[in-house]
């Protein structure tokens, strides 16, 4: 729920031909400036990637700007709110990809895989398979760090240390899915729009991607079939099914995600240390006589 004091912070992206990164990099850096936003804008030769935090005037009317470009006049965005800023500056950056898979020949701008509405995934979750009578198997295109913060039940997880790693481990898979219906997920939908498009390519014939995501299954469906989190880019750190600030955080020294209860492990030092980057930050003898949880 938005107060009067809190920031309105908003994700958005959209996968069509933008070959003037270079020259519009200047114009989206001065109008977030001049409107106090901060955050991260991706511009890339295959479309734009947005995590922005300000007051709801200032967003709206960048919301405006955006959109007088006929290109992103249809771009969707999902938003929360904070109570603070949840970003400590405005970077617009210059990519190859808005996410990185190194597979050149999958363009979403051409053509994207069928997509699943929150609300009808949550039918097919609560009967267990589709309107075809498929079982419903969650797939998770998330990094293994994010998916320990929480995911939906039951979910596939190949522990993936980045997105490029997708291809290879899904093709490797595949038989062990046949049959099935599959839906691909992550937090905002970039991740699992490109998954999707790669897993029909290579035959698979029943793929869905979640339509907005993780963020978007919150918005119109709470947490049911979901165990845990959302892990987000900004200081928040994850956000609940509520789609409000959770006490998980970040370590400053590894950037490992830890846990409340592993807050409470001597080894957690706000700003310094916590119990995974624990044996590059203090001695061997301390960590083996330490009581720790590192369970996620």
């Excluded at 363009?107 to 039918?123: C, D, H, I, N, S």
């Excluded at 698979?204 to 845990?228: M, N, P, R, T």
Aim: net charge negative.
């Amino acid at each position: 729920m938005q107060s009067s004091h809190s920031f309105v912070n908003i994700a958005a992206y959209k996968f069509v031909t933008f070959i003037d990164t270079e020259q519009k990099r200047p114009e989206f850096l001065a109008i977030c400036k001049e409107l106090q936003l901060k955050g991260t804008i991706l511009l890339t030769p295959e479309g734009i990637n947005l995590f922005l935090a300000g007051q709801r005037a200032q967003i709206d009317q960048f919301l405006a700007w955006l959109r007088a470009d006929e290109r992103f006049a249809d771009i969707e965005v999902k938003e929360s709110y904070s109570e603070k800023q949840p970003f400590t500056r405005m970077l617009v950056k210059l990519k190859a990809e808005i996410i990185t898979m190194k597979h050149p020949l999958i363009k979403p701008e051409l053509g994207r895989a069928p997509a699943v509405q929150a609300q009808t995934l949550k039918r097919w979750l609560d009967q267990g398979v589709d309107d075809n009578g498929r079982p419903v198997v969650m797939l998770d295109t998330r990094n293994a760090f994010e998916v320990d913060v929480g995911t939906f039940e039951n979910t596939i997880d190949y522990r993936i240390e980045k997105f490029s790693e997708f291809p290879a481990v899904v093709a490797e898979h595949k038989d062990e899915l046949a049959g099935k219906t599959i839906v691909t997920f992550c937090t905002g939908g970039i991740r699992c729009e490109k998954a999707a498009i790669h897993m029909q390519d290579i035959g698979y014939d029943s793929v869905y991607q979640l339509e907005g995501g993780i963020l978007k299954y919150f918005e119109e469906c709470g947490g049911a079939h979901y165990d845990g989190d959302c892990f987000v880019f900004d200081y928040r750190t994850a956000l609940n099914p509520q789609l409000q600030e959770t006490a998980t955080v970040q370590c400053y020294a590894c950037r490992a995600v830890v846990t409340p209860r592993q807050q409470l492990s001597p080894q957690y030092v706000a700003g310094k240390s916590c119990p995974h980057c624990l044996p590059e930050t203090i001695p061997a003898e301390a960590a083996a006589s330490a009581d720790i949880s590192t369970a996620h």
